[in-house]
């Protein structure tokens, strides 16, 4: 019969292991959580390979213990634990007691005094004991039946010793380890030992000794002069370091076996909305078994009768209740598309609809494969009904495909999806089921339709959750006026597409080659050989070897020659300017010739997707291409620009930019009057801004000054310090502070915003933008300098970039409606940043542009004049 196991845990240990180990983690509230992750699974993983009868936890306490009382500077030095560290362990320990997992801690002892006491109480009872721990003190308890389970490496290795390891592998038995310790000492803990002797010394004084004492008898027999002076002089201080060494077996705790009984009956409900609240949906699983899971997702409040779901094909039954849905005026539904490009590929599969009581799973397949007009014809009348109001999640897709086939997708009341990114814009994914489980504390499973049908019956609740959280953060116009509305512009601008001159793609293909030949050529004569430009170890050997350029960073493999490293080295030699020129020019290859060819539709147009919850800034980002990040710092990449072009011979490419959108919004909301005036009055803001922090007449202002003022300008904006702007301008750091601080000096209220803000964010853990998107800063609590920093440059820079974006967005709204309310043809097709393109049709082209200069510069009052640049163009390039 196999003997019953103890699982103990080392929990001070085990915390800061994992702590370290994992990078920064937090949830939606700001709560750190990397070292309860860490240790969770660390809990999992050794419970699952164990299979302990018994599991108990240990921690240290903040009283001093019998060791500090006997030696003051016992562990002193130690840095004092991070507070993102020191806020997990109250969670990790609601947590552990969720689990029924006995605690033990006592005032007066060490969480290892705990370890050793049960381990010999257990051993007693011949119980096998496993110590998780990443503290190799634990090893001197090794026994037969006490194995130690040493954590490496992060929190995925891990070695087990037990007596026998122990001995064969460093030749002294668990005990002497003790002695080992006693003679080195311990810098860690404050051990002294004995001055002179490291690691290797004292453990072959112990293997040769086997005791301190015996060691101090046979002072005469150790060969060194200095050796044998030192453990003369402090062998009361090796003894008494073996004493502080050694863990205590004896501690007076009561201890019952079956009090500390691995539990089934742990509080399921408790664990699960613990794990919810710190976002940990992957372990969600691995805690809660199926048979609870199965329960929980059965309580008669989210129980879904599926003898009351219809599964609809032939839309009978569906067009009987039109009515029914007319009357509810609420339609609760979701959407399984097919993935695929939005505008050829993708298609609604299935819908799942919910009303009141009756649920629907109907699908669409045979509408594209018999093109059933009367079908379309039911779903025309279902989701171009005004008077029936719908709620769904993630509504663009769907507004896509349904315009492909020729329904108007009308009457969105709310889009789950959006809200929730609103209100935590750094979660980062936002399906519905992960919804559910955030804000109902409900997780579900099941199969696909199983589970869809689900997810749809509870789109009720969770929309009544979110619609009163909108509302009491101040929400409402930024949902319902802004982020909605614009789901259905981006729905239309990934329908739309941008035209691509295929032709002249392949034309500036050729000219990219010859540009990257002529490159290689003339690295490789700079570099006197030829070589695998692409491969960092080669050319790592070229640079570091043979033309002797200092070396700035290593890896594991060889030298580091990544884009940090070679601006660095920017005026060491010239081969730098033509590999750093090289590099990008065949990523541009790669990524926008290349790329590009892959992705032109069947109508010669690139339909790129615009993804609304994405950032926390609040910016919009483009993916399959990403059209809003060709880089255009090089002519190479401009060009690319010249094969987007209009729709026909007909049209012609037009764009609207913002002006410096971003300096106007911070003289708005830090309520300057020196910026203000300067844009009050119309002034070159650079050259004003030079004038100011140079201290010059604006009429004698140089290119330079004025080239250094924009770089202070924009840097202001993204909350620069000395060190960065002195990098970017190359020039000393006293420089940079003098230009920033006599910036402050002539701009009070820049300054006194960004203190504010900074204060903002730390009291309340987020800021605002004007149209109160919210964006959650933990970072600005948190004790390491450079993350707090950053933190501050975030909360500095939100307020300003996001409302930016909000502007920009609302501009979208306005121009896409009123294009659409005067029935003209031309379209929104991208939007880049501050700037919109749209295809206009020639015989529309004045009075769309003053539309859209008056729609943008009219969309939101601030203190200074929002100003928008227009330019026409046969094609993107030209529009610039």
């Known amino acids: 019969m196999s003997k019953e196991k103890l699982l103990i845990l080392d929990g001070n240990s085990l915390m800061n292991r994992a702590f370290y180990a994992l990078p920064p983690l937090t949830n939606s509230q700001g709560i750190h959580t990397n070292g309860v992750y860490g240790f969770v699974t660390m809990l999992l993983k050794m419970r699952e390979e164990i299979s302990p009868d018994y599991i108990v936890c240990t921690f240290d306490r903040k009283a001093p213990t019998f060791r500090h009382n006997e030696y ?97 592998e460093f030749e002294v038995t668990p005990t002497q380890f003790i002695d080992v310790k006693g003679l080195m000492g311990d810098k860690s803990d404050n051990i002294p030992g004995v001055p002179g002797v490291g690691e290797k ?6 293997k040769e000794y086997g005791s301190i004492e015996n060691v101090l008898s046979n002072i005469d027999n150790i060969s060194g002069k200095k050796l044998k002076e030192n453990l003369e002089h402090f062998s009361q201080q090796a003894i008494f370091s073996k004493k ?51 329960e929980e997702i059965d309580r008669e409040d989210i129980k879904v009768d599926f003898k009351n779901i219809s599964t609809i094909q032939d839309f009978k039954k569906l067009e009987e209740n039109i009515n029914l849905l007319a009357k509810d005026k609420i339609l609760y539904v979701t959407f399984n598309i097919v993935d695929g490009n939005v505008y050829s590929k993708s298609y609604i599969e299935k819908m799942f609809l919910s009303m009141e009581n009756e649920n629907y799973v109907v699908e669409l397949q045979k509408i594209y494969e018999e093109n059933n007009q009367e079908t379309l014809n039911i779903l025309k009348n279902i989701f171009e009904n005004d008077k029936i109001e719908k709620v769904s999640h993630d509504v663009k897709v769907p ?103 295929r032709s002249k793609l392949e034309e500036l293909g050729e000219k990219f080659k010859i540009e990257i030949d002529k490159l290689q050529k003339d690295i490789y004569d700079l570099a006197g050989e030829e070589f695998n430009i692409n491969s960092p170890k080669q050319l790592g050997k070229i640079l570091f070897e043979k033309l002797d350029l200092p070396v700035i960073k290593k890896t594991k493999t060889g030298y580091s020659t990544n884009a940090e490293v070679l601006e660095q080295l ?132 140089t290119k330079l000054q004025r080239s250094n003022a924009k770089a202070v300008n924009f840097g202001i ?51 605002n933008t004007i149209m109160n998107r919210r964006r959650f800063i933990p970072e600005i609590k948190n004790s390491k300098k450079m993350i707090k920093a950053f933190g501050e440059r975030l909360a500095m820079n939100t307020p300003i970039q996001g409302s930016a974006a909000d502007i920009i967005k609302m501009s979208m709204v306005d121009v896409y409606n009123t294009l659409k309310s005067k029935s003209l043809k031309s379209k929104v097709i991208l939007q880049v940043h501050d700037e919109l393109i749209l295809n206009v049709y020639k015989d529309e082209l004045e009075e769309v542009k003053e539309l859209v200069k008056n729609q943008m510069e009219d969309v939101m009052k601030l203190r200074v004049p929002l100003e928008v640049d227009i330019n026409i163009g046969d094609n993107w390039y030209e529009a610039k």
């Open 399 to 501: 507004y896509t495909v349904f315009h492909k086939m020729g329904i108007n997708f009308k009457s969105v009341k709310f889009d789950t999806k959006i809200a929730a990114y609103l209100i935590d814009s750094s979660r980062g994914e936002y399906e519905l089921n992960s919804i559910i489980q955030d804000y109902l504390k409900i997780m579900l499973q099941g199969e696909e339709d199983e589970l869809r049908i689900k997810e749809n019956y509870l789109l009720k609740d969770v929309f009544e959750k979110l619609s009163n959280e909108i509302k009491e953060l101040g929400m409402e116009e930024l949902l319902y006026k802004v982020e909605q509305p614009l789901t259905l512009v981006l729905a239309s601008m990934e329908y739309e597409g941008f035209k691509v001159d």
């Open 570 to 701: 920017l005026d060491k030699h010239p081969i730098i300017e033509k590999i750093t020129y090289y590099r990008q020019v065949s990523k541009l290859y790669s990524t926008y010739i290349e790329g590009l060819k892959a992705v032109i539709d069947e109508d010669s147009k690139i339909h790129s997707s615009f993804n609304q919850a994405v950032t926390t800034t609040g910016r919009l980002s483009s993916t399959e291409p990403n059209l809003q990040n060709i880089p255009i710092k090089y002519e190479m990449g401009r060009e690319i620009r010249k094969v987007f072009v209009p729709e026909d011979e007909n049209s012609i490419i037009l764009s609207a930019d913002y002006s410096q959108i971003e300096l106007r919004v911070l003289a708005h909301i830090a309520d300057d009057e020196n910026l203000i005036s300067a844009f009050l009055n119309h002034s070159d803001i650079h050259t004003k801004t030079a004038s100011e922090v140079f201290k010059v007449p604006i009429d004698q202002v």
């Open 201 to 206: 010394t004292a453990f072959k004084l112990i």
């Open 244 to 294: 502080l060494a050694t863990i205590m077996l004896n501690v007076p705790i009561e201890i019952d076996l079956e009090e500390i009984k691995s539990k089934e009956n742990y509080d399921v409900e408790g664990v699960k909305e613990l794990f919810i609240d710190l976002q940990f949906k992957s372990l969600i699983d691995k805690v809660i078994d199926e048979k609870r899971l199965q």
């Open 717 to 767: 904006v993204y909350g620069i310090g000395d060190f960065s702007l002195a990098k970017d301008l190359k020039i000393s750091r006293k420089e940079a502070k003098n230009y920033i601080d006599t910036y402050f000096e002539r701009y009070p209220g820049v300054k006194s915003y960004m203190d504010n803000v900074i204060k903002q964010a730390e009291d309340k853990l987020y800021v």
């Open 72 to 168: 003051k500077d016992y562990k002193a030095g130690r840095k004092r634990m991070p507070e993102e560290l020191a806020e997990q362990f109250p969670i990790v320990k609601k947590l552990l007691n969720m689990l029924s997992i006995s605690i033990f801690e006592i005032d007066g002892f060490e969480a290892d005094d705990l370890i050793g006491t049960l381990s010999v109480y257990a051993e007693k009872k011949d119980v096998e004991v496993y110590i998780v721990t990443g503290d190799k003190d634990a090893l001197q308890l090794a026994t037969d039946n006490v194995k130690v389970v040493i954590t490496k490496k992060g929190i995925t290795e891990k070695e087990i010793y037990d007596r026998n390891r122990m001995i064969s």
